[in-house]
């Protein structure tokens, strides 16, 4: 869908849709980033790749919650070294922007995976600073301000491509984190990574997921994503992915309202389908419309006005 | 609204006891569970199965009705094994049915098992038995103990009783199941081809139905995790096995070409060779 409506402009990236792709889903191969695309996506952001090959967990990984599910997949990739081949197929392939995502034990790793990426054709790379389920990276550096700006600083000396960072709610001042990330020269942030949970099944009396920690995401967390892009909108300048839960049009404009300018969909590319970007753009286009508005961009943060 | 109609909400897991073991053979058993929603799964769809504690598995559906279901498992890794020491009243959890199904045809029908990939064919042989003018089946596996349900299956052919091929010549014939099939197809003249087994034995009966041009489906297997299309493990060419599939028709087949039979996503998401 191309529609001068919906276009956005964010951290220099051209998106013809305000929806992207959330990391975590789908996402190892070109093709599916390319099933998305055709779907309606904006831009794609890829699973998760760090400096070596990970399996992930034992299933179960993913159990579903009321409302949402939590997930402990535990970031299996192949690696960089591998995941370039993949990431310059997927460049040729894609009409959208290519966003990968990136994680490491250390902000030298997340400077060399995202260097490799940029070379392999990435549009940007998205900082996992957020995974709740893997000891040693994630939201491990993501909850602490100081390695936070280690990682974003030796991240953009080392790319000249926009640099987002995915932000936790598993803190407690999320604006302290956003501020960290801007001082440092982050382009843009994803608000918000998912929510840590636990499931438990109550007849064999056990937590469900092998990791047993993991992280929640669709509808339940929703206020919760909003509330944290409504704080970190009013906190920082930088341009906002809102992400946590949304599913129609209607959570996209709230996500808007509340001062993201695009929004990123993941677990509803499981509860609908992969096409669930273009029902969102849809809807989004004919909600501008009836109100009077030229762009998605004049609605953005608008329920900051009073 | 959104909430209460949560669309995979009706697929929590669920947990049940197991109400029955059958030994179909030495290394295959086939377990029978209480559950309402897998009880009415379609031919070619499958469940998650939960072993507690130990870890999450897709098994095809080998039957439902009357709010029971059944699969066949060989003890092949952790998770089997550990669910051929469990006995009868032990927890399982369950999520499913997922996936698509077979189409039902008429006419005149060919089903090429391989092993326990035999399951989903005999539980369509059954839901097409009363519609169909000739079923013929053709069931391969490395040796005798592997060879599951050869009695039911000849039950359901309509001339002749099935061909049974062993790799090691232990019983039937000393061959894949793949290689009657030629002179079957030269012999008689069939409407569709269901298939479902080692990736490979797909693939050479989808080179044969391609060279012949006859419609084919195939029941796949991969790596699967989510098992609801979200986490991507079980891509194959633009697919996801676990939604798009696990039954995909000729012209699908033709589009994953490339991997068919030949590779597919290991567990740290890299293509490992078949």
């Known amino acids: 869908m191309s529609n001068s409506l919906l276009t956005v402009n964010i951290a220099g990236m051209n998106l013809g849709s305000p929806t992207a792709l959330a990391s975590g889903i789908l996402g190892y191969t070109a093709e599916s980033l390319r099933l998305v695309a055709e779907g309606g996506a904006g831009a794609v952001v890829t699973k998760s790749v760090g400096v070596a090959p990970r399996p992930g967990y034992p299933n179960p990984t993913v159990v579903q919650a009321d409302s949402g599910l939590i997930n402990a997949v535990g970031l299996p990739n192949p690696g960089i070294d591998f995941y370039v081949e993949e990431l310059t197929y997927a460049k040729s392939l894609l009409p959208v922007p290519l966003i990968v995502s990136v994680f490491g034990y250390t902000a030298e790793e997340y400077a060399l995976v995202s260097k490799k990426a940029v070379e392999a054709g990435a549009d940007a790379v998205e900082l996992n600073v957020s995974c709740p389920h893997v000891k040693y990276t994630g939201s491990e550096i993501g909850q602490n301000p100081k390695l936070l700006t280690d990682v974003v600083c030796k991240v953009k000396a080392a790319v000249q491509k926009p640099v987002i960072v995915k932000l936790s709610p598993n803190v407690t001042d999320i604006t302290e984190l956003a501020k960290a990330a801007e001082n440092a020269g982050a382009d843009a942030l994803t608000v918000i990574n998912t929510v840590r949970a636990v499931a438990i099944n109550v007849e064999t009396q056990r937590a469900v997921l092998s990791n047993i920690r993991g992280g929640l995401s669709g509808p339940a967390i929703k206020p919760i994503a909003l509330r944290c892009v409504y704080d970190v909108f009013e906190a920082v300048k930088l341009p906002i992915f809102g992400c946590g839960g949304i599913t129609d049009w209607r959570d996209a404009v709230e996500f808007f309202l509340a001062g993201a300018s695009a929004v990123q969909v993941g677990t509803a590319v499981g509860s609908e389908d992969p096409t669930v970007f273009q029902a969102i753009n849809r809807g989004v286009a004919s909600y501008l419309k009836r109100k009077a508005y030229g762009s998605v961009n004049e609605i953005v943060g608008l329920c900051h006005q009073d | ?274």
């Open chain 2, 1 to 274: 609204m959104k909430l209460s109609g949560y669309a995979t909400k009706i697929n929590t897991l669920r947990t049940t006891a197991i109400v029955g073991i059958k030994d179909e053979s030495p290394t295959v058993k086939t377990y029978t569970l209480q559950d309402d929603l897998c009880s009415k799964a379609k031919p070619g769809q499958f469940l998650m199965l939960w072993i507690p504690g130990i870890d999450e598995i897709p098994l095809s559906i080998l039957n439902g009705g009357n709010g029971q279901v059944q699969f066949s498992v060989k003890a092949v890794g952790d998770a089997t094994r550990h669910l051929h020491d469990m006995q009868i009243g032990d927890l399982l959890g369950v999520r499913g049915p997922f996936g698509n199904s077979f189409t039902e045809t008429r006419g005149r029908v060919l089903l090429v098992g391989g092993g326990t990939g035999t399951a989903p064919l005999l539980f369509l042989a059954k839901r097409l038995a009363a519609k169909i003018d000739r079923l013929s089946f053709v069931v391969g596996a490395k040796t005798r103990k592997e060879l599951v349900f050869l009695e039911e299956l000849d039950a359901m052919c309509t001339d002749e009783s099935a061909i049974a091929t062993t790799e090691d010549g232990s019983y039937g014939l000393h061959c894949l199941a793949t290689e009657p099939l030629e002179s079957l197809l030269d012999k008689q003249k069939f409407n569709m081809i269901y298939a479902c087994g080692p990736e490979r034995m797909v693939r050479k009966i989808f080179d044969i139905a391609e060279k012949r041009k006859l419609p084919m489906e195939a029941s796949l297997e991969r790596l699967m995790r989510c098992g609801i299309g979200l986490c991507g493990s079980c891509m194959i060419g633009k697919y996801r096995v676990c939604k798009d599939g696990p039954v995909f028709k000729m012209a699908q087949l033709s589009e994953i070409k490339n991997e068919l039979g030949i590779s597919k996503l290991g567990f740290d998401g890299s293509r490992i060779d078949i």
